[in-house]
């Protein structure tokens, strides 16, 4: 029987503590976001490592070079290489100190997300809900050590 001020449409309360048992450990979140941003890192460093090569070919051979090309590409190269190797080290280095590297890793999967598209959008998006769902946990669990 239920009482007048609860939920008629709440599961009975045994399903709901048999569901909150089911779930996956904090640690589950974190190891797969890091797992995440290192896939999408060497990613697009191989991507990155084979596209540049080409456009450089082909921009030298067919057609007068202009100094902006030849300048401007190999620049976007290179910060593109540090901004995908930084994920990576971000990556290695999040379990062990995540208070501390949490804002830069949101972000840098925000970034990869959006300059990435389409191909990063998605798991860049899911990395950054599963960092941000073991962030909620851990402190739920009183395990962070930030307030």
């Not at 030298?60 to 190269?77: D, F, N």
């Not at 972000?107 to 899911?126: C, E, M, Q, R, Y």
Request: proline share 7%.
């Amino acid at each position: 029987m239920r009482h007048a001020n609860q939920n008629p449409y709440a599961p009975p309360a045994a399903e709901v503590d048999q569901r909150s048992s089911d779930a996956k450990p904090p640690d589950f979140y974190l190891f797969s976001a890091c797992k995440y941003f290192n896939r999408m890192g060497w990613a697009a460093i191989i991507y990155v490592a084979i596209a540049v090569p080409f456009a450089l070919y082909d921009l030298l051979t067919y057609k007068a070079p202009r100094i902006g090309e030849l300048v401007g590409m190999p620049a976007m190269a290179t910060a593109m290489l540090l901004f995908f190797t930084l994920m990576i080290r971000t990556a290695a280095l999040l379990p062990d100190d995540f208070d501390r590297l949490y804002v830069r890793a949101r972000w840098l999967g925000i970034l990869a997300g959006s300059f990435g598209f389409p191909i990063l959008t998605i798991p860049a998006f899911v990395a950054v809900s599963r960092l941000a769902k073991f962030r909620k946990m851990s402190r739920d669990d009183g395990t962070s050590s930030e307030v």
